[in-house]
């Protein structure tokens, strides 16, 4: 040793920082479920939600009333479905706009074949069918044209809205024929559920295909090899295409997912409204990509979770829905819709550059 | 027996000639470097191994029989890994998810088929372990050194049974640390009795791990000769064509 003042042995203090490096690493791998979940935005949207639901219960005396509960899930499960979808998409770097046009364009494929006569066993299949149509053109013209995303769907959500003004001639359409009970029952119905302590509460259709939806995406995205091959494309894609993923086939599979989510949403709305015209859903596929992102979907692809997008549409919901209650005007909806929007992304961004550090 | 042998392979794009006559033998358990200027025909010869594209003209044959790759597939099937330069990794998946990806491990039985974590898991850290490297199966790549990049990129050519590793600058952007790193992964495929081509700009990188140096210029191979008995001094000029060949 040269210097004095320099008490250890340099060997000694050597062996310190390799010990302390490996006590960090040590800690790095111990992480405790709790570290790891409040490093989830999913986390963050889901305490948001369960504090705006506590706060709108203590404020308001109608929020929480089983009528206004049951409004409110519904009135989401429809946004939400579709948004499991879009979830998927953008899982995989992409984007799908026309999923409001597909939604419409669905509901009246339905709507005019029973209004027809047609039996709802052969109306909801069709409507489908095309919904995957829609989905399948997206697809390929992404995945083999290899045009951008966002283009080959824009021009969709002008197509399949303007198909089904076509289609109904711009009518509306109230009259579904012989099978209009089952069709008013699938999407306005609701299913006795008794719980303890809650006793029996009313579970309206719509949310429990959405929780089957939920239960079902969330299994196919961890557990399969497709949910595997949407994280490797959206992460990174030409390792993907090296590696042997089937890139083109599964970009063409996840934009008909998507479009039969939609398809799927708009049966249901319909059948809760009781009748359809051509301006439903317009606008829509901005709350569904809204309530994706919120959820911790990452536009950039290779991130989000079928959770994440349901419990992002619920916030939505629970945000226009308390402003309604609390007597706030609805044209300050937008306003608070957007600060979330904002407000999500940013904390993804500042959780980024931590990590980085 | 040659494990891989090109004979009078060339390869024109319309009146190009990126290649032109070039005769290759490589052997189990060996590492040739393979060296040249840019443009000088490495990364032309690499992808008609890799089956990137077909030759103009001349054979390969493998193990003595003759072959011929119409796609990256055929060559995978064949025995032979590539190790890209930039790795081909999704920095969102873990260590595992990324050697196994394309391949992945599955269990149940019939249609009702799941990803068997569990197995991927286990089955990578071993390749890890084989590989002496540090990389852990459960982290996420975006979290991971440059060696440790390596390591992944690398084990994910240990889960077929591959015979040749082609290389592409394993160590162009990397630290000095880590480039000892990849080296040593170098030496334990070796071991393997796989045959490496390591091609790298880096001389002090080819001297330091390949048993024989190939030395291309202008689509032509200029020198084939055994590390031992050639110098950094002689390859910069082989490569720069101030010796002709050698």
């Not at chain 1, 909801?124 to 069918?129: K, Y």
């Not at chain 2, 002090?204 to 689509?219: N, Q, S």
Request: some cysteine.
């Amino acid at each position: 040793m040269v210097t004095g003042n320099s008490s250890r042995h340099p060997v000694a203090r050597q062996y310190e920082v390799a010990a302390n490096l490996e006590q960090s690493i040590d800690k790095s791998v111990h992480r405790s479920w709790l570290t790891w979940l409040t490093s989830q935005q999913t986390f963050w949207v889901s305490m948001a939600a369960v504090v705006a639901v506590v706060v709108l219960g203590l404020a308001s005396d109608v929020f929480a009333t089983q009528q206004n509960l049951f409004n409110v899930t519904r009135n989401f499960a429809f946004v939400a479905i579709i948004a499991i979808g879009m979830t998927a998409v953008i899982i995989s770097g992409g984007i799908d706009l026309s999923v409001g046009a597909v939604l419409v364009l669905s509901g009246m494929v339905v709507g005019m074949q029973m209004n027809a006569g047609a039996s709802i066993w052969v109306a909801i299949p069709l409507a489908l069918a095309a919904s995957l149509g829609v989905g399948a053109f997206n697809g390929l013209m992404i995945a083999y044209v290899g045009m951008p995303a966002f283009v080959v769907t824009l021009g969709m959500l002008s197509i399949a809205r303007s198909v089904a003004m076509v289609l109904s001639n711009n009518r509306m359409v109230y009259e579904f024929g012989p099978d209009q009970p089952q069709l008013l029952a699938l999407g306005g119905g609701f299913v006795d559920l008794w719980l303890p302590w809650l006793g029996q509460i009313q579970i309206p259709s719509p949310v429990l295909f959405l929780l089957v939806m939920l239960l079902g995406a969330a299994f196919f995205f961890r557990w399969t090899r497709w949910g595997r091959y949407l994280f490797a494309i959206g992460g990174n894609e030409r390792a993907a295409t090296v590696t042997g993923v089937p890139v083109k086939l599964v970009k063409v599979s996840v934009y008909m997912f998507c479009s039969l989510c939609a398809g799927m949403a708009g049966i249901l709305e319909v059948g809760w409204l009781g009748t359809i015209t051509t301006s439903l859903g317009q606008g829509m596929e901005l709350s569904v990509i809204a309530a994706a992102v919120i959820g911790g979907a990452n536009l950039s692809g290779g991130m989000g979770t079928a959770f994440g997008a349901v419990v992002g549409a619920a916030l939505l919901e629970v945000i226009r829905n308390s402003l309604i209650l609390l007597g706030i005007s609805t044209f300050w909806q937008g306003t608070f819709v957007g600060s979330f929007i904002i407000i999500a992304v940013l904390f993804d961004r500042l959780r980024a550059r931590d990590a980085n550090e | 027996m040659a494990i891989l042998e090109l004979t009078g392979v060339s390869k024109h794009f319309g009146a190009i000639r990126a290649l032109s006559n070039v005769s290759l033998t490589l052997n189990p358990g060996e590492v040739v470097g393979l060296m040249g200027d840019n443009g000088a025909g490495k990364s032309t010869l690499v992808k008609i191994v890799a089956g990137n594209y077909p030759p103009s003209d001349g054979t390969m044959t493998m193990l003595g029989r003759k072959v011929a790759f119409h796609k990256p597939s055929d060559a995978r099937r064949a025995g032979i890994e590539i190790v890209y330069q930039d790795l081909a990794l999704c920095d969102n998946l873990t260590a595992a998810e990324n050697v196994y990806l394309g391949r992945e491990l599955m269990r149940g039985f019939g249609p009702f088929r799941i990803l068997n974590y569990a197995a991927m898991f286990k089955r990578a850290g071993e390749l890890f372990a084989e590989l002496k490297s540090e990389t852990r199966p459960r982290d996420l790549v975006r979290r991971m050194s440059g060696g440790q990049r390596q390591a992944v990129a690398i084990a994910r050519t240990r889960l077929s049974d591959a015979k040749i590793v082609l290389m592409d600058e394993p160590t162009a952007a990397i630290s000095v640390r880590q480039i000892a790193e990849v080296l040593s992964l170098v030496r334990r495929l070796r071991e393997q009795a796989i045959a490496v081509v390591l091609i790298s700009h880096r001389m002090p990188d080819v001297f330091a791990v390949a048993d024989r140096i190939v030395v291309m210029r202008r689509g032509e191979k200029v020198a084939d000769k055994a590390i031992a008995k050639s110098s950094p001094e002689e390859v910069t000029g082989l490569i720069t064509g101030a010796i002709e060949a050698a």
